[in-house]
Nanobody, 122 residues
């Protein structure tokens, strides 16, 4: 497993932007698929975006396509989520996850961070 720490969350007005970071420990970061998930109060955790270990493959939830961009820097053991045109519905705790296999299903991911709060005001 890898240890993951998210940062970059905060309070932003609708239409604003935030960039989340996920720092990973371990020498094998480059061999892990990485993903972002979120969980709003009273709702189940849901998929947001995923990126393969090379960065060549990415997937997004329909609700964030064209607004969010996932990326990674294997030299820095860090993954990012650029979030633009944020909406109140994007309010949630955002988690990063890592797994040797690529998946968009919440249950498939092995390692999780502690989460970072994103709040979008209207």
């Amino acid at each position: 497993q890898v240890q993951l720490v998210e940062s970059g969350g905060g309070l932003v007005q609708a239409g604003g932007s935030l960039r989340l970071s996920c720092a990973a420990s371990g020498r094998t970061f480059g061999s892990y698929a990485m993903g972002w998930f979120r969980q709003a109060p009273g709702k189940e955790r849901e998929f947001v975006a995923a990126i393969s270990w090379t960065g060549r493959r990415t997937d997004y939830a329909d609700s964030v396509k064209a607004r969010f961009t996932i990326s990674r820097d294997n030299a820095k053991n860090t993954m990012y989520l650029q979030m633009n045109n944020l909406k109140p519905d994007d309010t949630a705790v955002y988690y990063c996850a890592a797994d040797p296999r690529y998946s968009t299903a919440v249950a498939d991911w092995e390692s999780w961070g502690q989460g970072t709060q994103v709040t979008v005001s209207s």
